[in-house]
Nanobody
């Protein structure tokens, strides 16, 4: 079992920045894919960004490309999401998640952290 704990959410004005952190309860195997999802009220949960085991290969939703950056620090069992040029439509609960590379399903989830962007 892996427990994930997010932090770093809050209230920010449009155009501002936030950095989300996710710490795992134990070292995640190098075969794990780590990701950030978000869910706004009355919306489906969407994948925001993912990072592969090598820490170099990343994937971003079109809506955040060029504004968000995902990174991974295996020494701290952590991943991060640097969010710049935030927009009101980025308002959502952001979740950290993990899965093994061979599976399409994310097995482990954090409790979420609220990000609110005011216009």
């Amino acid at each position: 079992q892996v427990q994930l704990v997010e932090s770093g959410g809050g209230l920010v004005q449009a155009g501002g920045s936030l950095r989300l952190s996710c710490v795992a309860s134990r070292r995640t195997p190098s075969s794990y894919v780590m990701a950030w999802f978000r869910q706004a009220p009355s919306e489906e949960r969407e994948l925001v960004a993912a990072i592969l085991a090598d820490g170099r290969n990343t994937h971003y939703a079109d809506s955040v490309k060029g504004r968000f950056t995902i990174s991974r620090d295996p020494r701290k069992n952590s991943i991060y999401l640097q969010m710049n040029s935030l927009r009101p439509e980025d308002t959502a609960v952001y979740y950290c998640a993990a899965r093994i590379s061979a599976s399409p399903d994310y097995t482990y989830w954090g409790q979420g952290t609220q990000v609110t962007v005011s216009s």
